[in-house]
């Protein structure tokens, strides 16, 4: 064998170096698969976040340049109070449109029409491509068709939670929704992009607006539902936390168990007498 030869021959890699490499690769891959698996659930994470946020300015752009200073959308209903437009009843969701600068899907009540703000990344239940919405309104607070909430409410800003994390699974679309017929024969609950912060025995107990002056003790829930119904509380789209929006535009991190206890209270902030438990 010429020298050539050998150079040839030594510079190709023998079965055993190969296995050592791949062997290598696979243990990187594997210690780097799970900080890259963190990385984007914290990026999804964030990105929610930063929806919610954008939620909360366009709440407040409302609540000081509408015609009706001081008011803020219905979980559904018409906006502003007294606004008989037809196009104009929907959904929270609907009405802050212009402040999330949907001027057009909103003039034009384009409401098949996909809303980036109301895609969480981490929402499994949503395609990201239809009118899905992966949050939900607090209509406990918020009320439905004839209600008409305003930012001083309640007087529990920080504590009193507006929209939150919801899969959509629910089927929920962000400009639609029924008032339902709670006293019906048989009787059906609301449904749309909102939820109830108390669990009714039937639909009878829900009624489109509640009014009752001390509505019924719930603690709250202990574990997020994974399977949440048209009207139920909100879910864990990531690590086991939902993140909720606050009525003064700051968005809370919570677990269930820190909701027990103070649930009814940063949900129905005008019924039910605060403060909230240390753990909020």
Known sequence: MSQSQKSVAR????????????????????????????????????????????????????AFNSPR???????????????????????????????????????????????????????????????????AANATFLGIAGKNPKVTDGNRSSTTVIVAERSAA???????????????????????PFFYAYVPTSPTNLTPNPT??????????????????????PTALSGGVCQMLMLDGSVVPQTAGNCAGNWAIVCDPVNVAGPTGSNW
């Open 11 to 62: 510079a190709a890699f023998t079965l055993i170096e190969m296995l050592v490499v791949l062997a290598i690769i696979v243990i990187i891959i594997s210690l780097a698969l799970p900080a890259i698996q963190k990385a984007r659930a914290a990026a999804a994470r964030t990105q929610s976040t930063n929806n919610l946020h954008a939620m909360g300015i366009a709440v407040h752009n409302l």
């Open 69 to 135: 200073t001081g008011y803020i959308p219905p979980a559904a209903g018409p906006f502003p109070p007294g606004d008989t437009t037809s196009a104009h009843n929907n959904t929270f969701f609907f009405h802050i449109l212009p402040s999330l600068e949907q001027q057009d899907v909103y003039d034009q009540n384009l409401l098949t029409t996909r809303v980036q703000t109301y895609f969480a990344p981490a929402d499994q239940g949503n395609d990201g491509v239809s009118n899905l919405c992966s949050y």
């Open 170 to 192: 629910t089927t929920a679309k962000w400009g639609a929704y029924t008032v339902g017929a709670p006293t019906a024969s048989p009787p059906s609950a609301p449904t749309g």
């Open 212 to 233: 009752t002056t001390q509505p019924p003790v719930f603690s709250g829930p202990t574990t997020w539902p994974t399977n949440p119904s048209a009207f139920s509380v």
